[in-house]
T-cell receptor, first 115, second 114 residues
Framework: EAQVTQNPRYLITVTGKKLTVTCSQN?????MSWYRQDPGLGLRQIYY???????DKGDVPEGYKVSRKEKRNFPLILESPSPNQTSLYFC??????????????FGPGTRLTVL | AQKVTQAQTEISVVEKEDVTLDCVYETRDTTYYLFWYKQPPSGELVFLIR??????QNEISGRYSWNFQKSTSSFNFTITASQVVDSAVYFC???????????FGTGTRLKVLA
C-alpha cells in the first residue's frame, strides 16, 4: 500500500530535550516536506526537500532541522524543543515532475506537546 | 508574495443544503497550481483536487464541484446536497512554478447538521 508513515504519532516531551520525528514514504517520491498545523493558522511549511541531500526552508524553519540522506526518509529534528513548538506535524511527499506541480500525499500526523 | 485566503472560518449547514467554500489566492507567477484538501475529524489530510493555472474549466466529481476563475483569483469549492460525512476542515493550497513551496489557507470548518 502506497503511504507516508510518521513516528511517533503522539509525543509529550519537556523543554530542551532533543527529539526526532521520522517520516518515510514508499512511493519513490522525490519531494518531501514537513508542515505544522496550528489552530487558526492552517498548515505552514517548515522545510522541504527536492531530492537526496537537497533541502530548503519553508515559511517557519526556526527551531527545526531536517536531513535527507535517503530518498524514502525525511526526519524532522527539534534539537531544543520549546513550548511554542507544541503542534500537529505532518509529513508529505510527491513526485517532482515540475516545480510545484504535483499533488502531495500526507502522513497521519504527529501530535507533539512540549512542556 | 504568495497568499491563500479562506475568509470563512466556519460554516454550518443543514443536511442536503448546498454549500460553497471560498478560496482566494495571490501570486505573480503565471504558472501555478491550486489544490483542495479535506481534513475529517479523524485528522488525516485527504487530497480532493488539483488544478493548474492554464486550465480554467470547472470540474465536477459527484456532489463536489470546483469553480476556477483567474479573473477574480478564486478557486471555490461547492458541495451539493451536503451530507453529515462532509463535516470536516477544508484547506485550499497554492504552489507556483517559481518555487517548491506550498502555501495553505487557514481552512474552513464545515459542519453539516442532520
Amino acid at each position: 500500500e502506497a503511504q507516508v508513515t510518521q513516528n511517533p504519532r503522539y509525543l509529550i516531551t519537556v523543554t530542551g530535550k532533543k527529539l526526532t520525528v521520522t517520516c518515510s514514504q514508499n512511493m519513490n517520491h522525490e519531494y518531501m516536506s514537513w508542515y505544522r498545523q496550528d489552530p487558526g493558522l492552517g498548515l505552514r511549511q517548515i522545510y522541504y526537500s527536492m531530492n537526496v541531500e537537497v533541502t530548503d526552508k519553508g515559511d517557519v524553519p526556526e527551531g527545526y532541522k531536517v536531513s535527507r540522506k535517503e530518498k524514502r526518509n525525511f526526519p524532522l529534528i527539534l534539537e531544543s524543543p520549546s513550548p511554542n513548538q507544541t503542534s500537529l506535524y505532518f509529513c508529505a511527499s510527491s513526485l517532482a515532475r515540475g516545480k510545484g506541480a504535483d499533488t502531495q500525499y500526507f502522513g497521519p500526523g504527529t501530535r507533539l506537546t512540549v512542556l | 508574495a504568495q497568499k491563500v485566503t479562506q475568509a470563512q472560518t466556519e460554516i454550518s449547514v443543514v443536511e442536503k443544503e448546498d454549500v460553497t467554500l471560498d478560496c482566494v489566492y495571490e501570486t505573480r507567477d503565471t504558472t501555478y497550481y491550486l489544490f483542495w484538501y479535506k481534513q475529517p475529524p479523524s485528522g488525516e489530510l485527504v487530497f480532493l483536487i488539483r488544478r493548474n493555472s492554464f486550465d480554467e474549466q470547472n470540474e465536477i466529481s459527484g456532489r463536489y464541484s470546483w469553480n476556477f476563475q483567474k479573473s477574480t483569483s478564486s478557486f471555490n469549492f461547492t458541495i451539493t446536497a451536503s451530507q453529515v460525512v462532509d463535516s470536516a476542515v477544508y484547506f485550499c493550497a497554492l504552489s507556483t512554478s517559481g518555487t517548491y513551496k506550498y502555501i495553505f489557507g487557514t481552512g474552513t470548518r464545515l459542519k453539516v447538521l442532520a
